[in-house]
């Protein structure tokens, strides 16, 4: 007897339904996606967790009666009509899959009218996507699609799926990721008939991150808009995230998700994910994340959406041209290479800070930069005015006074000229180190340093980075070299020994030159470490502070 069969179609109807949609968040992301392709510029999203049951009402074009009973059958749609378009999508949805999925899964229910038409159309499917009932419907021009006890012919997957708390953060994050991509839409969301949140339309992306996360302040962000590609991004020194939860990358309106890589395409998102936080490597503070949104309009013919049923996984081609062009934009937002930083913290938030003297009491000196800062474009020219506890130089620029912590921003300064000069030296005499473990001989092998055996447990160095080869501590740094992981963790090892340390004092002249080398970094907005190294006293908060804008009169109690 064969024990190979054909499933029932219902069966496989039933498994393919499973396949799109997945859980109540994968529900609102097709209906979202279906009223966004319909043109709506306002949606209300109300969801019911322990009912099972979402509604969306958007302001679309519509359908007619026609359109109605045709719209829940299966892969029944009106994007595409042969394979060529497969290669040209330009809408969020083409497979017509969501609406007979959601009728398989549980009750569907759609009202519908088109703007010139009178009246509306309320229509109820069953499983197979056939019309059940029909009536007209006094309703304003749009759609609204409702789905009840989702899952309640499949009571598996009901306990498969997290908590309603759970859920809910997964709808919010839908919502978040559409309203991202789309900031020109109006969002009205509930949660069990009660108002959830809103978000107001923008002009960009940037007007929705600043509602979506209401503690960030429009100075923590930067943004760049450009044909094909639209950026936002958090400023190190003030915005990021303890979680890596606000990576986001979009492509064509969707907001997509880092696959496995395939063996016979180059087209790993992985990789533009990467080009998004490599950027920020050795700028952040130690397990702490960026916040960017990277939203890339790509040709429709180099994007093959048939990778995953909830098109959040995608080949995209040419992804090497993708890469450079993100790391670019990050550099061109925060202004790498320019000093534009600004301030948005009040003085009365500050707190003191000092950093530990460390245990190397050595002094370090300043050089001179080559040329002079002013020649540079884009620099606004700072003119230092004294120390501060041997540890801050207060400086006076155009716009107001800034205070510059000595050590990390010369710290800034020396780890990118090791980054773009990783130089070694013959040492005159080897150094003898004692009781190094193999990984640590492998490593400095590895940084290019040369390690000899020279007896028991000795091993002789003839070779070191040229900022440490004539220091009188060179031993303890190699040491410490030998103990990180990698170049990249050498590098802020060798610039975090070789900076002036704090409690050192300095004159006029090598505080004017450390500004001006530091002005001139990539980054200047925090160390290696990704510690801020400026605070910004604006010119405007101190003529609050002191009051300056009072009338002379009236300041005086006179009438």
Known sequence: MATIQSLPIDLVHLIAAGEVIDSLAAAVRELVDNALDAGATRLTVAVWPQAWRVRVTDNGRGMDLADLQRAAAPHATSKIHDSADLWQIQTLGFRGEALH??????????????????????????????????????????????????????????????????????????????????????????????????????????????????????????????????????????????????????VNGRCVEAGDRAATSNAWLGDLEQSILLPFQQTLPRHRHPVCFVHLRVPPEQIDWNRHPAKTEIYLQAIETWQAQITEAIHQALGWGQTNISSTEPVQQLI??????????????????????????????????????????????????????????????????????????????????????????????????????????????????????????????????????????ALVATACRSAIRNGVGLSLEEMQNLLNQWQRTRNPRTCPHGRPICLILEESKLARFFRRNWVIGKSHGLQ
């Not at 056939?130 to 749009?142: F, K, L, M, R």
């Not at 498969?160 to 919010?172: D, E, H, K």
């Open 101 to 250: 999925s959601l009728a398989q899964l549980g009750n569907l229910e759609i009202c519908s009218r088109l703007l010139a038409s009178e009246p509306g159309w309320r229509v109820v499917y069953d499983a197979q996507g056939d019309v059940t009932s029909c009536q007209s419907v006094a309703i304003a021009p749009g759609s609204i699609v409702t789905v009840s006890q989702l899952f309640a012919s499949w009571p598996v997957r009901r306990e498969g799926l997290p908590t309603p708390a759970q859920q809910l953060r997964a709808i919010q994050k839908v919502i978040h990721s559409s309203a991202l991509c789309h900031p020109h839409v109006t969002w009205q969301v509930q949660q069990q008939d009660r108002p959830w949140f809103s978000l107001a339309p923008g002009d960009q992306a940037q007007d929705i991150l600043l509602q979506i996360l209401p503690a960030v302040e429009p100075g923590d962000l930067r943004s760049l808009q450009q044909p094909n590609l639209e950026l936002v991004l958090g400023l190190p020194d003030r915005c990021h995230r303890q979680r890596p939860d606000w990576v986001r990358l979009a």
């Open 352 to 489: 003191k800070a000092a950093e530990s003297k460390g245990y190397y009491a050595l002094n370090r000196t300043v050089q001179a930069p080559k040329s002079h800062p002013e020649a540079q474009i884009g620099l606004s020219p700072l003119r230092a005015i004294a120390q501060i506890h041997r540890t801050y130089i207060l400086a006076e620029h155009p716009e107001g006074m800034w205070l510059v912590e000595q050590h990390i921003a010369h710290e800034r300064v020396l780890y990118e000229q090791l980054s773009d000069h990783w130089h070694l030296v013959d040492l005159a005499l080897p150094i003898v180190l004692s009781d190094l473990r193999v990984a640590q001989v492998e490593q400095l092998q590895q940084l290019g340093i040369s390690v000899e055996p020279f007896g028991n447990n000795l091993w002789a160095v003839r070779s070191a980075p040229a900022l440490l080869a004539s220091r009188e501590d060179c031993t303890d740094a190699l040491i410490e070299l030998s103990l990180g992981p990698n170049l990249q963790t």
